[in-house]
Structure formats: structure tokens, C-alpha cells
T-cell receptor, first 112, second 111 residues
């Protein structure tokens, strides 16, 4: 069974620090990887996606992918209290059907 | 929410009653999905659609059926609701390779 694993947290970081969120997945054939942010009581919103090994940066966010080790991470620089949310990792195993498998999410708390 | 609405937003019903949730999109996206989200389980795919009248099962499809008669609407039906179906239900849409956008969610309570 294809699985996506995340530490549920909470991960607590002080304001201004770098938050590092990690995700591992079980299938080497995975094609693409997504990070969603979900505030309490709200729907998931897409932050970033990454397809290739290496880093992808978008503003304060950096996604890192290592297919050999089967992990993907999200770094949030200069963390703000408004970044406090649950971060969901999602993996697309193949492009047919556009289906995603989600991890359970990591709750991030940024303390002022 | 990328032109996605869900109705109703909240519903309380009793065990054994039928329930239909509606997802409506204005983006003309090809793919539509229904997920449920429960504490400790994350988001799990119930059913998805890859076109009008084209649907398939997801990870947790037992007890649910879907229909898609128009591009913009995707209905999720619980034929006979059970307490284990108490959850938050999210609809999502996708057009590009696999990027999905989520609706606001429906909170369903089955007593």
C-alpha cells in the first residue's frame, strides 16, 4: 500500500526562525509532490509543488525533494505567527487519474 | 476557493437517512474529487470523476455513491448514513496534471 508519512507535531518554532517540515513516501515511482496549508476549520490551500530532485523556492517557502531517499520537505524562512497551521504533504503516484495521497499533516505553531 | 462551492456547508442528520452533498465549480475543470477528513486519518479519497458520467472509486468508497451529469456539478450520496460517516467532506477540482484545488468543505454529523 502506498503511504505518505508526516510527523503530526506540533512543531513549535519562534517567530523569525526557519521551520522545517518533513514527509516520507513509500513508492519510488512517485511523480509529483505537493504541500498544502490548512488553517483550523478551513480547506487546504496549495502552497507549492515539486517534480524534480533538488530545491524549489517561492518567496519564504522552499520545497526540497530527494527521490533516492524518498522524502520531501518544506522549509519556511522567517516564520510568522500567521504561518501557524497544519501542513499537508501529498504525493501523486502516477499521472493517470490525477489522484493524490495525503499524509496526516504536521501542525506548526509559530510563537511570537 | 478557486470557484468551487459546496452545499450544504453544515448538515446534521440521523442514522439511516439518505444524504446528498453537492459540489459546484465555475472553472470548467475536467477532474473532480470527493475527500473526507477525520482526525488521525488526514484526507482520504472517496470517489473521483475524470469527466461527465465518468467516475471511479477511491480509497474509502464503501457506503458512498457519486454522479456527475454536468461538468460543473459532482454529487456525493450517502444512501443510508451511519455514524461512522460523520466527517468533514471536501470537494476538489483539477485541470492541470495533478494540482488540486479545494472547496470550503461540508461538516456532516450523523446522529
Amino acid at each position: 500500500q502506498k503511504e505518505v508519512e508526516q510527523n503530526s507535531g506540533p512543531l513549535s518554532v519562534p517567530e523569525g526562525a526557519i521551520a522545517s517540515l518533513n514527509c516520507t513516501y513509500s513508492d519510488r515511482g512517485s511523480q509529483s509532490f505537493f504541500w498544502y496549508r490548512q488553517y483550523s476549520g478551513k480547506s487546504p490551500e496549495l502552497i507549492m509543488f515539486i517534480y524534480s530532485n533538488g530545491d524549489k523556492e517561492d518567496g519564504r517557502f522552499t520545497a526540497q525533494l530527494n527521490k533516492a531517499s524518498q522524502y520531501v520537505s518544506l522549509l519556511i524562512r522567517d516564520s510568522q505567527p500567521s504561518d501557524s497551521a497544519t501542513y499537508l504533504c501529498a504525493v501523486n503516484w502516477d499521472n493517470a487519474g490525477n489522484m493524490l495521497t495525503f499524509g496526516g499533516g504536521t501542525r506548526l505553531m509559530v510563537k511570537p | 476557493d478557486a470557484g468551487i462551492t459546496q452545499s450544504p456547508r453544515h448538515k446534521v442528520t440521523e442514522t439511516g437517512t439518505p444524504v446528498t452533498l453537492r459540489c459546484h465549480q465555475t472553472e470548467n475543470h475536467r477532474y473532480m474529487y470527493w475527500y473526507r477528513q477525520d482526525p488521525g486519518h488526514g484526507l482520504r479519497l472517496i470517489h473521483y470523476s475524470y469527466g461527465v458520467k465518468d467516475t471511479d472509486k477511491g480509497e474509502v468508497s464503501d457506503g458512498y455513491s457519486v454522479s456527475r451529469s454536468k461538468t460543473e456539478d459532482f454529487l456525493l450520496t450517502l444512501e443510508s448514513a451511519t455514524s461512522s460517516q460523520t466527517s468533514v467532506y471536501f470537494c476538489a477540482i483539477s485541470e492541470l496534471v495533478d494540482t488540486q484545488y479545494f472547496g470550503p468543505g461540508t461538516r456532516l454529523t450523523v446522529l
